[in-house]
């Protein structure tokens, strides 16, 4: 049986966080047994806000990196830079003459960051371009963190109408999105989730920081009044945040922590929760140290040429479906 096709993209903006690692990233690398795993830095995403030129092409290689120290195997999975693959902006466009303005008009993350950095149209038109990055390789599952959710939604009503004004061309994507750590928390907000752009550092644990850094930010962490080790979103947002990272870093259920630690001062459980970070994030750490830029950038420009060839196979499909043969 040929396996089922998996997609799903990170941008190049800032440090990756552990967020990020547990809401996307280790579950690219569990699904890399079972399913034909696409990944892509999304740098063109990127560019909706803006970015120093030298400092971009840093980030992008950096990001690159970091996908690959987290596990993603290179020579298993097809992994590529975006903006090197047209094919993705070729079909966003044919999509974008699909998308109503309304939808666009409803995404949070458009309002979110357009109240930032103000609007410009790339990054209205950001989730058509993340559809075509899915559809263009006929993907049948995303994983993501649960503030993709809005924008997946967009991709399967854009296949969905393809498919009905053009014929049957794209599989509808479902997403994977875990059932513990779709949404990890900021560590000096608990009630909004860690984010790359958070102005605060201390929000945010990054993937490269050194152990005594995590220790420092996991010890500053904003925790609940009371005491006591519950899981709880509504009365102790802070330390039932911990309690998700701590079960993801040690593969234990929340239950059975809660079990165990149920009496711990918020001090002592801190500590704790740092130590299983530090070394969960060890391995990633010294994999990134090995790695060598220029053997990235190999990797990256075969990537992008295999990519090349399975996106063109789709394109063709497409082409000849909305009239564009050149016949
Ligand atoms: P990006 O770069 O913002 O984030 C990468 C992945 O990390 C997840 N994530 C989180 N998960 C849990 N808790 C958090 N606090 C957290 N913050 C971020 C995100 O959900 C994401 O899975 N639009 C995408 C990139 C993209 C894409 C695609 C993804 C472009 N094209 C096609 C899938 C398929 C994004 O901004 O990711």
Same mark, same amino acid.
């Given at each position: 049986m040929t396996? /089922? =096709? &998996?997609?799903?993209?990170?941008? @190049?903006?800032?440090?990756?966080h552990i967020g990020n690692y547990l809401g996307a990233l280790r579950n690219w690398v569990r699904? /890399?047994?079972? *399913?034909?795993? =696409? *990944?892509? &830095? &999304?740098?063109?995403?990127?560019?909706? =806000?803006p970015q120093d030129p030298a400092a971009f092409e840093k980030d992008r290689l950096e990001a690159a990196k970091m996908v690959i120290a987290a596990g993603v195997d290179p020579t298993t999975s097809l992994f590529y830079y975006q903006s090197q693959v047209p094919q993705h902006t070729e079909l966003s466009w044919i999509l974008g003459t699909l998308t109503q303005l309304g939808s666009l008009n409803r995404m949070t993350q458009f309002k979110d960051k357009s109240d930032r950095v103000g609007a410009n149209l790339g990054l209205y038109a950001y989730p058509v371009l993340m559809a075509a990055d899915i559809l263009i390789h006929h993907a049948h599952k995303v @994983? &993501?963190? #649960?503030?993709?959710? /809005?924008?997946?939604?967009?991709?399967?009503?854009?296949? #969905?109408?393809f498919n009905r004004r053009y014929g049957d061309e794209f599989p509808v994507p479902e997403g994977i999105i875990p059932e513990h750590g779709a949404r990890i928390m900021s560590l000096q907000d608990p009630t909004s989730k860690m984010s790359k752009s958070d102005p605060n550092q201390g929000s945010r644990i990054l993937l490269l920081d050194e152990p005594d850094v995590v220790r420092k930010k996991i010890g500053r962490a904003v925790t609940d009044s009371g005491t006591g080790i519950e899981y709880d979103w509504e009365k102790k947002p802070g330390i039932t945040n911990l309690l998700e990272i701590l079960s993801l870093f040690q593969d234990t259920a929340v239950e059975t922590l809660v079990a165990e630690h149920h009496d711990k001062q918020y001090g002592e459980f801190k500590q704790l929760v740092a130590e299983a970070v530090v070394d969960g994030l060890a391995p990633i750490r010294s994999a990134y140290n090995t790695l060598e830029d220029e053997d990235v950038s190999r990797l990256m420009n075969k990537g992008a040429l295999d990519a090349r060839t399975s996106a063109e196979? *789709?394109?063709v499909g497409v082409r000849q479906k909305v009239g564009l043969t050149g016949h």
């Open positions: 396996k /089922q =096709i &998996v997609f799903s993209g990170i941008q @190049p903006t800032g440090d990756i699904l /890399q047994d079972e *399913y034909e795993t =696409i *990944y892509c &830095v &999304v740098d063109l995403h990127a560019l909706t =806000i @994983p &993501v963190g #649960e503030d993709q959710t /809005q924008h997946l939604e967009l991709a399967r009503d854009l296949a #969905e109408r196979k *789709y394109q």
